[in-house]
């Protein structure tokens, strides 16, 4: 048994994480802030004598004894992370120097939850872990794309200068179960609108793509990486190669949910990437990884979540103009 820190556990990928690791007999220590998470998503844990939840915020340090930490705190989509930038920075930035400093005092193995976001509008396409970006760093996306590759920085700093066990993976389009139902991500947006037969809204032509990785994938890759000898560092891409537009995908929602919905075009959205798709030769060969669900599938079991989730609480889907 090992006992594992997770944080920002509450949120949509660190809970299932967190069921994960507590599945294969570890301890996990459950941290987080509550910001974008939701204790909902590990109440059915709680039970559990392995499992411990502290609201903590990771801008603060935290003294813990574990011996491995996966770093997944920070807001994910556009409208969580700008609605305060300047925090959105700080828990990037000064949350990993608090984590690698914890992970620095007791010898820690910590893996940093990174993102695709790290190469911006890319001009590269499909993007492999070499290509640097291509970041607008004063744009209104800057404080996720900027916070994350400055953290990524530190991660390498406090290998190279401190000798600490770093994992860093690059999280491409997620979606699943648990999914905050007003992040604003688009498959969770289609979703939820295609089950109230709303319009389902498309911000600019919709040939922008991505390509998306079921959640259950992306944690088997986690568990991978962190499973790799020391040598193994990263970056390493976790995704789902397989692309897709945005008309597409809200196509495929609307089949799958039986919706009326019609599709409606607004403005594009500022820095917008136009293509995210990722080349994952690293993870096929160093992790022996690559996403097994297909779209429709993975889609299938999120349309059944959130249908269960807005005949519980249809309040919490209410969307402002």
């Known amino acids: 048994m090992k006992r594992i820190l997770v944080t920002g556990g509450a949120g ?10 507590l599945a294969e007999g570890n301890e996990v220590v459950c941290l987080d802030n509550y910001f974008t998470g939701r204790k909902k998503n590990i109440l059915h844990l709680l039970d559990n004598p392995y499992f411990e939840l502290v609201r903590h915020d990771i801008t603060a340090p935290y003294y813990v004894e574990v011996d491995e930490i996966y770093n997944l705190a920070c807001p994910a989509s556009p409208i969580h992370y700008q609605y305060n930038p300047i925090k959105t920075v700080k828990t990037s930035v000064m949350g990993a120097i608090n984590m690698l400093g914890l992970a620095k005092r007791i010898r820690a193995k910590i893996l940093q939850a990174s993102t695709s976001e790290i190469y911006g509008d890319p001009n590269i396409h499909p993007q492999p872990e070499e290509y640097w970006g291509n970041v607008n760093p004063v744009g209104i996306r800057s404080c996720y794309d900027e916070g994350k590759r400055c953290a990524e920085t530190l991660f390498f700093d406090y290998h190279r200068q401190n000798g600490v066990r770093i994992k860093v993976v690059r999280i491409f389009n997620t979606y ?9 991500r688009v498959v969770s947006n289609f979703i939820i609108q295609a089950l109230k037969n709303e319009d389902i809204t498309i911000y600019g032509d919709g040939h922008q793509s991505r390509s998306f990785c079921y959640c259950d994938d992306l944690i088997r890759g986690f568990l991978a990486m962190m499973d790799t000898p020391d040598t193994i560092i990263g970056p390493v891409n976790l995704g789902n190669p397989a692309e897709f537009t945005i008309n597409e995908l809200a196509s495929i929602v609307i089949e799958l949910t039986n919706s009326s919905s019609k599709v409606i075009h607004l403005p594009a959205v500022s820095d917008d990437p136009m293509q995210r798709q990722p080349i994952i030769d690293k993870a096929r060969s160093i992790l022996n990884w690559e996403p097994k669900t297909q779209l429709r599938e993975g889609l299938k079991k999120t349309i059944a979540y959130f249908e269960k989730e807005l005949s519980l609480n249809p309040e919490a889907y209410i969307r402002e103009a």
Do not use: T
Request: proline share 11%; with cysteine.
């Open 176 to 184: 699943g179960p648990n999914m905050h139902p007003n992040d604003g």
């Open 12 to 21: 949509f990928l660190g809970s299932h994480l967190c069921e994960k690791l």
